[in-house]
């Protein structure tokens, strides 16, 4: 049951109980604004926000009217020109003031009703858009058509409505208008010195205005963004998701950490044994952590590197820490493939440190599975690198110190919450190395502590990424034959084409046939549907330069590292996200030799296909990628579908609302801070404020506690 304070009530009402609004209507308003098998409520109807704006001030005389603008005239009517009978013409009327005339136009125009409301010889207000056609002004369909006496009921401005079928913009306004008279007067949760500053309105005034604009000039789509009742709004729903994530934070933060760190000798051992020095950023980034470590608050540290930056050692140095501290330590990555080459690469170094590690996936079974199972639970298992499956039930610790969790993009917010409760106040590392741009970065993580890595290991290479249309995939494969005869090794990529994963498979077994009519048995094939032990056969083969080229569907995109891997081929490349190709990318250009990426387009391109690709051509900064990406897509896209648990906006746009968020952020930690149980008064208006966009799983948090 949810304990919603009822003054919400009207807001979250059905939109079939405003008047007007039928069992016609309503599924028409679904369509438009509702989610699936959820029907529109009174505040979909209000948070719904205009496109655009029509100006019904007047622009003087027919002769000064601008063409193609919104415009009000005051005319008399001259003539009507009904079709001659039988043709599909349309209907027209003559219009004049004394300055000019005007032609009407009407499709399927109605002789009888036109005549009623445009009669000759009488004045009349027309709006619309007055376009030229051989040399005369016509308006073709008048938005409105008004007398004497109605003209006093027209808005000087009037706002526009995205549509859909059934729906014009002015049926959405009309049942927007009766929603705004529904709204009630609320509890301010701002902080009325911050409006003040920032002159905005309040919350029911805002919601007024954005519908009910009062000047021309706050017309465009990019005015009403800029405007400052959709600001006051935005900034109202960031509050609310900073707020229920500051909430959670500070739950997570109240419940007492423990020290997960010694005296620092075995991270030590372990740094000096690596065949590299650290660079700068992960060198602060272990700093940070063993700051968060030694502290007895619980950490929950987002590592942020692009790809390539060097992610995995700082990892196990963070395992190793809680090592120290006589617990065990957990590494969780998103695959199979993934897991099992964390655990090749580092079960080497482990040993040499004397550590104990095991491998946790799926296909762990019977025997070997229960052995791994018993020495978690013991503790003589000190590491566990794995799968999901890490923290199913059935797995216990001993006592598990730290959780390293990688590629976090792919994990949603309760498998995070899930591995936090193997364990005893468990600190968490999260990787990503998806480069997300800042201000996405705030709403996904902005329960977390933040390092970045921000330089990539000593002595790589530029890649040098190209385009071709694959008409000119003979050329392609010369190169590839070339690539072979110097020693290196090809990965080729084949997208993800029709709705079922088969079309896919289809389309890299045929490709894997033909390169090997080519190149024989140096050709290899790894897909999503192969049996593990195949898929890491083949994985194995190709690591160990047994094959040259390996035909993959999207499986290698996360963390595979091959260095002596320097060609990437990615077919259909236009079909992938920005971000996914950086990632796909980001597997070679890892040794010492220089690396080619080659993305394979099918054209004719559009604009923004064309600019995506080339934004991949001209740079290897995958911030710079993910920023253009969000510019290009909007923020839905940029994390892929593949996403759970988005946080869908309804007023706030990251592209221009992205200062607000981090105002939003410092907002919501500073009332945290203050009053953590919300019960001030204006604690009370924020958890308001919570229920009203849905982020109220936050108060409970409250109550439990
Ligand atoms: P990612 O951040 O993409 O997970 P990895 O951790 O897989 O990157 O590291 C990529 C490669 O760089 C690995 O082969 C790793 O051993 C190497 N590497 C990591 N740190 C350094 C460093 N400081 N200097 C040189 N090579 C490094
Ligand atoms: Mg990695």
Known sequence: ??????????????????????????????????????????????????????????????????????????????????????????????????????????????KARLEKILPVGERRYVSGKIELWEGRRQMVHPDRILDEKSIESLPAVEAVYGLTEGLSSRMVGKYIGVALDKVPGLPEWQDPAWLDRNALPDFRQALSALHRPDNAAQLSEEAIAKAAPRRRLAYDELLASQLALALVRSRMRRLPGRVNAGNGHLVERLRSALPFGLTGSQAKAVEDIRHDLVSDKKMLRLLQGDVGSGKTVVGLLTMASAIEAGRQAAMMAPTEILARQHYERLAPMAEQAGLTMALLTGREKGVARRTILAGLADGSIQIAVGTHALFQEGVAFQDLGVAVVDEQHRFGVHQRLA??????????????????????????????????????????KPIATKLIAIDRLDEVVG?????????????????????????????????????????????????????????????????????????????????????????????????????????????????????????????????????????????????????????????????????????????????????????????????????????????????VLLYLFERDSAIRLLRAG
Request: glycine share 12%; with cysteine; aromatic share 4%.
């Open 479 to 687: 190169g590839i034959g070339r690539a072979i005869a110097n020693g290196d090794q090809i990965y080729w990529v084949c997208p993800l084409v029709g709705e079922s994963e088969s079309i896919d498979l289809a389309a890299a077994e045929e490709r894997f046939e033909m390169l090997k009519g080519f190149f024989g048995d140096q050709v290899g094939l790894v897909h999503g549907k192969m049996a593990g032990k195949d898929k890491d056969a083949a994985m194995e083969r190709f690591s160990s330069g047994g094959t040259k080229i390996l035909v993959s569907t999207t499986v290698i995109e996360v963390g595979v590292d091959v260095p002596n891997a320097t060609v990437m081929v990615i077919e259909h490349a236009e079909r992938f996200g920005l971000a996914q190709l950086h990632q796909l990318r980001g597997r070679i250009g890892r040794g010492s030799k220089s690396s080619t990426c080659l993305l394979v387009y099918k054209g004719p391109l559009g604009q923004v296909a064309q600019a995506r690709l080339e934004m991949m051509r001209q740079t290897e900064d995958g911030f710079r990628i993910a920023e253009e990406d969000l510019r290009l897509r909007g923020e839905g896209e940029v994390l892929g579908t593949r996403q759970s648990g988005t946080p869908g906006f309804k007023l706030a746009r990251l592209e221009v609302d992205g200062d607000l968020l981090g105002a939003a952020r410092d907002d919501a930690r500073l009332i945290v801070d203050r009053d953590p149980d919300l019960v001030s008064e204006r604690g009370q208006a924020l958890r």
């Open 419 to 460: 591995l936090g409760s193997k364990g005893e106040a468990v600190d968490i590392l999260v990787m990503t190395a998806t480069p997300i741009p800042r201000t996405l970065a705030l709403t996904y993580f902005g329960d977390m502590d933040v390092s970045v890595l921000s330089e990539k290991p000593a002595g790589r």
């Open 1 to 110: 049951m949810s304990l919603r304070p009822s003054i919400l009530d009207p807001l979250f009402a059905p939109a079939n109980t405003l008047p007007g609004v039928g069992p016609k209507i309503a599924p028409l308003l679904d369509r438009l604004l509702g989610e699936p098998g959820k029907p529109t409520r009174v505040m979909d109807l209000l948070f719904h926000v205009p496109t655009s704006g029509i100006s019904r001030e007047m622009k003087g005389s027919v002769a000064d009217a601008p063409i193609g603008e919104p415009v009000t005239i005051s005319v008399s009517v001259v003539a009507h020109r009904p079709p001659p009978p039988g043709r599909r013409a349309p209907y027209r009327i003559l219009v004049e003031d004394e300055t000019g005339d005007v032609t009407l136009i009407f499709f399927n125009g109605q």
